[in-house]
């Protein structure tokens, strides 16, 4: 059986000449199944969680699973990610490198150019494909985010969804994060809808259920068929929404600040083992202040997010350890492979100084106040908000070293505890292995120890030669060279090489700052001897020139060679599809018409409405007092809502959570077939206002001023929706989903230049 040819060729069926089946003997079925003995693979992966945050790696926070898969288990003290979510993920799930998938940064900002594109190219297939044509079952769970924005609709294509990529199973969400509390989710390509409003319900606990759930059946249908699964938490991204009880938990753990927390978790770290003996913390990042320097209010904010986010760590490893119970109770343990990576990067910054409680009022350009989040630190962590915390707390999350998330060219945004736990497969138990390895490593050696090759040829498809290197050598020798040699790092600009033990660097734009500090060609860089400086507190830059300029040739000879050129060091603009090059679903259409059953429509499936001038117009049969939504998109934390109640025409808009208009009728819309207009004449610029009047049948029934409007987003996890209001609700006025009392014949959205309208 050629396993290296996918999907493996049936042989030629033989021809009979019997007449009688009776007289005739019956040739042996073929079925591809997994190599004898095949491990169960487990593939563990949190969000935006920092080296020193899990107890297993000395942090701060309790993790009890994290610690007992490492117990009987090993430690990976030098595994490094990309700096970045998406990029992580489809070089986990693939084996090859991040710009080699088209991934050089999360898929909403794709562009047109090679290594930035969204598109995972046929010369690449994933892992779980690869494990599903040699025998495997697969499913993933949880946060997927590789699939590009412009195929999230029911227009598909679905090749780049989950179940079109080697999945038998998905149950999460596609986008780049969701609300614990109130998920975006899907089951296969179907939108679906959990019972959120159950008690207890969170969306990490509910995808649990759902991974034992098949993993079981799975179990008891085919137990003798190995299966693969991708466990990937929403969590610990923001929002860091957590049951109250593990939030209470770390009450008062964090008055000391981050900066004893980071001392705290360098010395637990040395006492475990997980950093050599004479490491140093790395100076932290000029702009985040010394604890003993904050004022009072500061400090109660920023203590209790750290609190919120602790209790938000536990929770998610917690629920892992249902998924470890399971296998052990049914004898699978033994012979599965866990690879619990803590960490799809370092932890986030993107919170910025003093953290925000609706992160949608950072995608839209709007800065919060601390008088604005000490007015809701009691509901930190709750369905009301949509919290983030300081960069303080990214840092000391990330100690030893400097840096955070996004920053590919320091170790604080790339290097992630990993533990690895296979009984069946490794003698070694609790020990630290000090190899250099690299995300693209995770696949080739889950092959490995499947007895799987990575494939030369799928569907036709010469595939090109697998970036990864397996990390098994390691397994049972904690002395063994190591067998990645080099290893480039680049995100927004932010950009590295490592190669044999030495690390050359550049800091192009720490994750607050508005620009970059200065154009590419004129980045500074930095040297380390990581070898030697485990922190990267030691620049050699001045005194080892050539060894520099060595290490940056190497960087533009790999960079070449991967598609990371040319270097592309825009954010926000590039959530534009227009200025970053990449397919609109809408393709600049200033015209949509929707009917009824149209619903959680992806914003970026749908058309703009952003700093225009607008109009709805519905087409309606409306009952007496009719109630409910017509027309809707966005949420609690931002968006709008064409609705009625109690026989009213409404327009309501909630501009990033902080601030809300209405625009109501004067009176009741008579019953009977009715055209419903919302006419919205914009001010011009960006998150401008404009007069929003009401008209029924063509007459004027309401207007009202809308001062201010949402510039860039409505949020990653919320929808359009056509009769009803999915997801959380743009408005308290009406009561969550509540569905529209009358028939909606069709809703006609329009969008004009703010100069027609003015």
């Not at 004129?522 to 922190?535: C, K, P, R």
Request: net charge negative; proline share 6%; charged share 20%.
């Amino acid at each position: 059986m050629d396993r290296t040819v996918l999907p493996i060729r049936e042989p030629d069926a033989p021809t009979f000449t019997e007449l009688d089946a009776r007289n005739a003997k019956a040739p042996e079925r073929f079925e591809v199944k997994a190599p004898k003995g095949a491990p169960n693979v487990l593939v563990v992966l949190i969000d935006d969680i920092g080296f020193g945050h899990s107890s297993a790696f000395g942090g701060p926070i309790h993790m009890p699973t994290v610690e007992r898969l490492a117990a009987n288990g090993l430690k990976y003290n030098r595994f490094h990610t990309t700096a970045l979510c998406s990029p992580t993920r489809t070089a986990i799930l693939t084996g090859y490198n991040h710009h080699s998938n088209n991934a050089g940064a999360i898929m909403e900002v794709a562009t047109a150019f090679p290594g930035n594109t969204g598109i995972r190219p046929q010369t690449i297939t994933p892992m779980a494909e690869v494990l599903r044509m040699n025998g495997y079952s697969t499913a993933a769970f949880g946060k997927y985010h590789e699939t590009p924005p412009w195929e999230g609709s029911v227009s598909g294509p679905y090749d780049r969804w989950p179940t079109h990529s080697g999945f038998d199973k998905f149950y999460g969400f596609i986008g780049g994060e969701t609300n614990q509390w109130h998920p975006m989710v899907y089951d296969g390509t179907t939108r679906v809808y959990p019972k959120v409003d159950d008690p207890g319900y969170h969306f990490t606990n509910d995808m649990t259920d759902q991974a034992l759930a098949w993993m079981n059946t799975q179990q008891s249908l085919t137990p003798d068929k190995p299966f693969m699964m991708y466990f990937a938490t929403g969590a610990t991204h923001a929002p860091h929404h957590a049951p109250k009880e593990y939030i209470d938990k770390y009450k008062g753990r964090f008055a000391q600040g981050w900066d004893k927390v980071r001392e705290e978790t360098l010395a637990r770290q040395k006492q475990l083992g997980v950093v050599p003996a004479n490491t140093v913390l790395a100076p932290k990042p000029a702009d985040i202040k010394d604890w003993d320097k904050l004022t009072a209010d500061e400090k109660h904010l920023f203590e209790r997010q750290m609190e919120v986010f602790a209790g938000f760590a536990e929770h998610t490893d917690v629920q892992v350890g249902r998924l470890i119970d399971a296998l052990e109770a049914r004898g699978e343990l033994e012979n599965t492979i866990i690879l619990y990576i803590v960490g799809d990067n370092g932890s986030s910054a993107e919170g910025g100084m003093i953290g925000m409680f609706n992160e949608n009022t950072y995608f839209n350009g709007v800065q919060e106040t601390l008088d604005m989040q000490l007015s809701r630190i009691d509901k930190l962590g709750t369905e009301h908000t949509y919290n983030h915390f300081a960069a303080g707390w990214a840092v000391a999350g990330n100690a030893p070293f400097t840096w955070t998330k996004q920053v590919a060219s320091n170790f604080g945004g790339t290097r992630n505890g990993m533990v690895v736990h296979w009984p069946a497969g490794i003698k070694a138990k609790g020990e630290v292995r000090s190899q250099f390895h690299h995300v693209v490593d995770v696949a080739p050696t889950i092959f490995a120890a499947a007895g799987v090759p990575a494939p030369r040829m799928v569907n036709g498809i010469e595939q090109r030669p697998i970036e990864g290197v397996q990390m098994n050598y390691s397994f049972d020798d904690a002395t063994a060279a190591d067998t990645r040699k080099t290893q480039y790092f680049e995100m927004i600009g932010n950009r590295a090489i490592y190669h044999e033990g030495w690390f050359a660097a550049t800091i192009h734009k720490a994750p607050w700052e508005a620009a970059p500090r200065r154009p590419l060609a004129e980045d500074v860089w930095e040297l380390y001897n990581v070898n030697e400086d485990f922190s990267q507190a030691h620049d050699l830059a001045s005194k080892e020139p050539a060894k520099l300029e060595e290490l940056k040739k190497k960087f533009l000879e790999e960079a070449v060679k991967y598609h990371v050129l040319p270097l592309d060091d825009r954010s926000i603009e590039r959530f534009d599809p227009v200025i970053a090059g990449r397919p609109d679903l809408m393709n600049g259409r200033t015209k949509l018409v929707l009917y009824a059953g149209a619903k959680g429509i992806p914003e970026n499936a749908f058309i703009n409405v952003k700093n225009a001038s607008l109009k709805f117009t519905a087409e309606v049969e409306v009952p007496a007092k009719a109630s409910g939504v017509i027309l809707a998109q966005g949420g609690d934390f931002g968006g709008w809502s064409f609705y009625m109640l109690d026989g009213y025409l409404h327009y309501t808009y909630n501009w990033v959570g902080l601030e809300s208009y209405t625009v109501r009728s004067t009176s009741r819309v008579e019953p009977g077939k009715r055209t419903l207009v919302f006419d919205f004449a914009y001010d011009g610029g960006r998150g401008g206002g404009g007069k929003g009047t009401l008209l029924v049948d063509g007459n004027k029934v309401g207007e009202g001023r809308i001062e201010k409007t949402n510039s860039n987003t409505f949020g990653i996890d919320e929808s359009a929706d056509v009769g009803t209001d999915e997801n959380t609700p743009v408005t308290l006025a009406y009561a969550k989903r509540e569905a529209f009392t009358g028939r909606i014949g069709s809703v006609t959205v329009e969008t004009f230049p703010a100069a027609a309208k003015m």
